[in-house]
């Protein structure tokens, strides 16, 4: 549990036309499928209103059966996941949304994502045109992208009738993506950053122990501040009650600007996931 006596954040942020994410949600990568259901059902209950997915993390539908049992109206949790790279292609994307909506058990997702721009096969161009449709036709209120490189987003920016809403990537203090990220603040795509905590390695820096022992909170949940107070929308992963309301319980204090260029001042390139240049695994098992 928290040290630090807050409410929980609830700040959403605008990502499209009519559409807001709530800043933080919860990751569900690596969660196993017959544990899924019961982690979002409690982080639900917890107060999350924002579930990211993915057909790769073969769990969505332990996420639609957590969504139902919790009672919850649909329009107060924001949905989200993403094709695989053995799905790109313009027919294929299409299939698969509606496959991730019947597992789901949803008529439409709140957001859709190209899962990596998987450059072996050279289809993500094509397969963002299904997008396209797809938020036309409107059984996706946004459409973005995750792992997309700058040379990405500039051809998308230039050839797209579309914008991505969010490019989801690895971010966390020591792997900031500082120019990606000044990149995306200029095209007006929303960062969405996961494995935030970098896998739990930068919670153990000595900077971030040193501003979480000054504020009263946890390493975690420094780190979850920064990047709130840098505009992130972000996705933590935990199985963990517990953990699940310390990431949460973030909006009851804030960083000064000491302590936020201490925190930039750890980047150092520390990628723990693919490389999108050549991840290109296809992801279907």
């Given at each position: 549990m928290s040290a630090v006596p807050v409410a929980p954040l609830t700040v959403r942020v605008p990502i499209a036309e009519g559409v807001e994410i709530p800043q933080l949600g919860l990751g569900v990568f690596q969660i196993v499928p017959d544990q899924v259901q019961p982690v979002v059902e409690q982080a639900l209950a917890t107060g999350y209103r924002h579930v990211d997915t993915a057909?790769?993390?073969?769990?969505?539908?332990?996420?639609?059966?957590?969504?139902?049992a919790s009672g919850l109206p649909r329009d107060e949790v924001f949905v989200t996941s993403k094709l695989r790279n053995g799905e790109q292609g313009?027919?294929?994307?299409l299939r698969a949304h509606a496959d991730s909506l019947e597992r789901l058990g949803l008529d439409r997702l709140d957001l859709f994502l190209i899962h990596w721009p998987n450059p072996s096969a050279g289809l993500w161009q094509e397969t963002w045109r299904a997008f396209e449709r797809l938020h036309e036709e409107g059984s996706v209120r946004a459409i973005g992208v995750s792992n997309f490189l700058p040379e990405h987003l500039r051809e998308l920016a230039a050839t797209a009738h579309v914008l991505p809403a969010v490019n989801q990537v690895e971010l966390h203090p020591t792997h900031r993506r500082a120019e990606l990220a000044a990149l995306q603040r200029e095209l007006g795509i929303t960062i969405e950053a996961y494995s935030p905590l970098g896998q739990g390695a930068d919670l153990a820096i000595p900077a971030v122990e040193d501003v979480a022992r000054a504020r009263g909170a946890t390493p975690a949940q420094v780190v979850l501040r920064w990047h709130v107070q840098h505009g992130h929308v972000v996705i933590p992963k935990t199985t963990s009650p517990a953990r699940l309301v310390e990431n949460l319980d973030v909006d009851g204090f804030a960083l000064d600007a000491t302590e936020m260029a201490r925190l930039d001042a750890l980047d150092a390139g520390n990628r723990i996931g693919g490389d999108p240049a050549t991840f290109s695994i296809s992801q279907i098992r």
């Open positions: 057909a790769a993390y073969n769990n969505e539908a332990g996420v639609g059966a957590a969504l139902r313009y027919d294929s994307a």
